[in-house]
Protein backbone atom coordinates (compact mmCIF):
# COMPACT_ATOMS: atom_id res chain seq x y z
CA UNK A 1 0.00 0.00 0.00
CA UNK A 2 1.27 3.56 -1.09
CA UNK A 3 -0.01 6.82 -0.71
CA UNK A 4 1.91 9.61 -2.72
CA UNK A 5 0.40 13.23 -1.46
CA UNK A 6 1.30 16.45 -3.91
CA UNK A 7 0.69 19.88 -5.07
CA UNK A 8 2.06 21.80 -1.91
CA UNK A 9 3.39 25.57 -2.85
CA UNK A 10 3.77 28.93 -1.42
CA UNK A 11 0.80 31.03 -1.58
CA UNK A 12 -0.19 33.85 -0.24
CA UNK A 13 -3.00 34.89 2.89
CA UNK A 14 -6.45 34.12 1.27
CA UNK A 15 -5.11 32.14 -1.90
CA UNK A 16 -6.22 28.68 -2.31
CA UNK A 17 -4.44 25.52 -3.14
CA UNK A 18 -5.55 21.71 -3.93
CA UNK A 19 -3.34 19.18 -3.09
CA UNK A 20 -3.58 15.44 -4.22
CA UNK A 21 -3.14 12.22 -2.91
CA UNK A 22 -2.26 8.98 -5.34
CA UNK A 23 -3.58 5.60 -3.15
CA UNK A 24 -2.16 2.46 -5.30
CA UNK A 25 -1.64 -0.75 -4.17
CA UNK A 26 -4.70 -2.33 -3.23
CA UNK A 27 -8.11 -1.09 -2.82
CA UNK A 28 -9.19 1.19 -0.56
CA UNK A 29 -12.53 -0.12 0.68
CA UNK A 30 -13.38 -0.13 4.21
CA UNK A 31 -10.55 2.32 4.91
CA UNK A 32 -10.42 5.57 5.62
CA UNK A 33 -8.42 8.28 4.25
CA UNK A 34 -6.93 11.20 5.86
CA UNK A 35 -5.14 14.01 5.81
CA UNK A 36 -2.68 15.36 8.57
CA UNK A 37 -0.06 18.41 9.10
CA UNK A 38 2.88 19.07 10.68
CA UNK A 39 3.31 23.09 11.15
CA UNK A 40 6.34 24.15 11.68
CA UNK A 41 8.00 23.40 15.40
CA UNK A 42 4.73 21.96 16.24
CA UNK A 43 3.34 18.34 16.61
CA UNK A 44 1.36 16.47 13.50
CA UNK A 45 -2.35 17.58 14.19
CA UNK A 46 -5.60 15.65 12.03
CA UNK A 47 -6.68 17.85 9.39
CA UNK A 48 -10.06 15.81 8.03
CA UNK A 49 -10.98 12.31 6.73
CA UNK A 50 -13.45 10.22 5.05
CA UNK A 51 -14.59 6.48 4.20
CA UNK A 52 -13.07 5.72 1.32
CA UNK A 53 -16.05 3.63 0.53
CA UNK A 54 -18.92 5.87 1.91
CA UNK A 55 -20.89 8.12 -0.26
CA UNK A 56 -19.35 11.60 -1.44
CA UNK A 57 -21.62 13.86 0.98
CA UNK A 58 -20.88 16.00 3.45
CA UNK A 59 -21.68 13.46 6.16
CA UNK A 60 -19.37 11.10 4.85
CA UNK A 61 -16.31 14.03 5.63
CA UNK A 62 -14.93 15.23 9.07
CA UNK A 63 -12.53 17.71 9.64
CA UNK A 64 -10.75 19.52 12.33
CA UNK A 65 -12.37 22.81 13.73
CA UNK A 66 -9.29 24.97 12.66
CA UNK A 67 -10.08 23.97 8.69
CA UNK A 68 -14.19 23.66 9.29
CA UNK A 69 -15.59 25.93 6.75
CA UNK A 70 -12.45 26.00 4.51
CA UNK A 71 -11.09 22.90 3.45
CA UNK A 72 -12.60 20.16 1.68
CA UNK A 73 -11.81 16.92 0.97
CA UNK A 74 -12.79 14.72 -2.39
CA UNK A 75 -12.47 11.58 -3.75
CA UNK A 76 -12.17 9.79 -7.41
CA UNK A 77 -12.47 6.51 -6.92
CA UNK A 78 -11.60 5.92 -10.81
CA UNK A 79 -8.27 7.10 -10.10
CA UNK A 80 -7.33 6.32 -6.76
CA UNK A 81 -7.05 9.80 -5.57
CA UNK A 82 -8.05 11.84 -2.79
CA UNK A 83 -7.90 15.21 -2.83
CA UNK A 84 -7.64 18.17 -0.09
CA UNK A 85 -9.34 21.46 -1.31
CA UNK A 86 -7.61 24.51 0.79
CA UNK A 87 -9.44 27.78 0.74
CA UNK A 88 -9.31 31.05 2.30
CA UNK A 89 -5.30 30.22 3.48
CA UNK A 90 -3.88 31.56 6.65
CA UNK A 91 -0.62 31.94 7.62
CA UNK A 92 -1.32 29.35 10.37
CA UNK A 93 -1.89 26.74 7.88
CA UNK A 94 2.08 27.00 6.94
CA UNK A 95 2.46 23.17 7.61
CA UNK A 96 3.91 20.01 5.67
CA UNK A 97 0.78 17.96 5.02
CA UNK A 98 0.33 14.09 4.62
CA UNK A 99 -1.97 11.87 3.75
CA UNK A 100 -2.69 8.42 5.39
CA UNK A 101 -4.90 5.39 5.92
CA UNK A 102 -6.00 3.45 8.08
CA UNK A 103 -8.82 0.19 8.03
CA UNK A 104 -11.74 0.54 9.90
CA UNK A 105 -10.61 -1.99 11.92
CA UNK A 106 -7.52 0.48 13.49
CA UNK A 107 -7.58 2.91 16.01
CA UNK A 108 -5.08 4.68 14.25
CA UNK A 109 -3.29 5.53 11.11
CA UNK A 110 -0.97 3.08 9.80
CA UNK A 111 -0.29 4.09 6.25
CA UNK A 112 1.46 6.95 5.04
CA UNK A 113 2.59 9.13 2.25
CA UNK A 114 5.55 11.52 2.37
CA UNK A 115 4.06 15.26 3.32
CA UNK A 116 3.98 17.97 1.09
CA UNK A 117 4.99 21.50 1.90
CA UNK A 118 2.59 24.30 1.91
CA UNK A 119 3.93 27.75 2.80
CA UNK A 120 0.82 30.84 3.28
CA UNK A 121 2.78 33.88 3.72
CA UNK A 122 1.07 37.23 4.77
Known amino acids: VQLQASGGGSVQTGDSLRLSCAAS????????LGWFRQPPGKEREFVGA????????????SYSDSVKGRFTISRDKSKNMIYLQMNSLKPEDTAVYYC????????????WGQGTLVTVSS
Open 100 to 111: AARHFTQSSYNV
Open 25 to 32: GRTFSGYF
Open 50 to 61: TRWSSAADVASM
